[in-house]
């Protein structure tokens, strides 16, 4: 099945060297514009099928609460604001992205979620918050975002800097599938060209290693099986303490 998989993965290559050509000119970057349209659809349906799954996730926000204090949220990779219904009321929000085409939806987000308090929108990726004081935040949140940045590691230590201590790193993400299963060798040959279409999007990551190496003092992950394509259905889910 390797040799199969690298073959076919060889074939979409390929067959995605107009869109290297068009990325490596430059002129990718029309995309950006467009993406956050497509984001606003995708991330609906995401939700309506991963409702309980957040709910979970972000019903222990209020845990990580300073005495005295509102609850400080850092969102990384915000995109058009879909985390928002799911934070506790009264919240304080900074929102980062690296794409400013994001701020139309993001807005008119915010006016629907007016349960919160929001501090901020910074253009900027995962990999550098030098915008976001260090310990000034009690939870930074990333869903759907460690697939697509250039360096996880990086981008786990700027949300590992950017934590309070005792603060917590919020994730939900999909992964590479179980490398004996039919998932992972459509994941490997169809990543050529998820990888524009997805903006940047590896669906053969291992994202948990990362996670698992970043330093945190206590690590609650958990691989679950999304109700989504079978593609991006393995996910893990959890929160590490810093």
């Known amino acids: 099945m390797t040799f199969l998989m690298r073959f076919w993965s060889s074939v979409v290559n390929i067959l995605c060297i107009p869109l290297h050509l068009i990325h490596a000119v430059g002129l990718f970057g029309v995309y950006k514009r467009v993406f956050p349209i497509c984001l606003y ?17 972000f019903r222990s926000l209020p845990e990580f609460k300073k005495p005295g204090g509102l609850l400080t949220i ?27 085409h994001f701020q139309k939806y993001l807005t008119k987000c915010m006016g629907e979620n007016d349960h919160l308090t929001y501090d901020r929108f910074v253009v900027a990726s995962g990999e550098d918050l030098r915008a976001v004081e260090d310990e000034s935040v009690d939870a930074v949140v990333c869903t759907l975002v460690l697939c697509s940045v250039d360096d996880v590691s990086q ?11 005792g603060g917590a790193f919020f994730f939900l993400e999909h992964v590479a599938a179980d490398p004996t299963t039919w998932a992972h060798f459509f994941q490997h040959v169809i990543q050529p060209l998820w990888y524009y279409f997805g903006d940047g999007c590896k669906v053969i990551r291992e994202t948990w290693k990362y ?29 590490a303490v810093k």
Do not use: Q, W
């Open 211 to 239: 996670v698992e190496a970043a330093g945190f003092s206590d690590l609650k992950l958990r691989h679950i099986e999304a109700p989504l394509n079978f593609i991006i259905k393995p996910h893990i889910v959890g929160y």
């Open 41 to 57: 659809r995708i991330s609906k349906k995401y939700n309506e099928k991963m409702r309980e799954k957040k709910k979970d996730l």
């Open 74 to 100: 850092l969102e990384i990779g915000c995109g058009t604001g879909a985390n928002f219904e799911f934070y506790p009321p009264g919240s304080k929000v900074i929102c980062t992205d690296p794409n400013p």
């Open 155 to 165: 981008t786990l230590r700027e949300a590992h800097r950017i934590l309070r201590r």
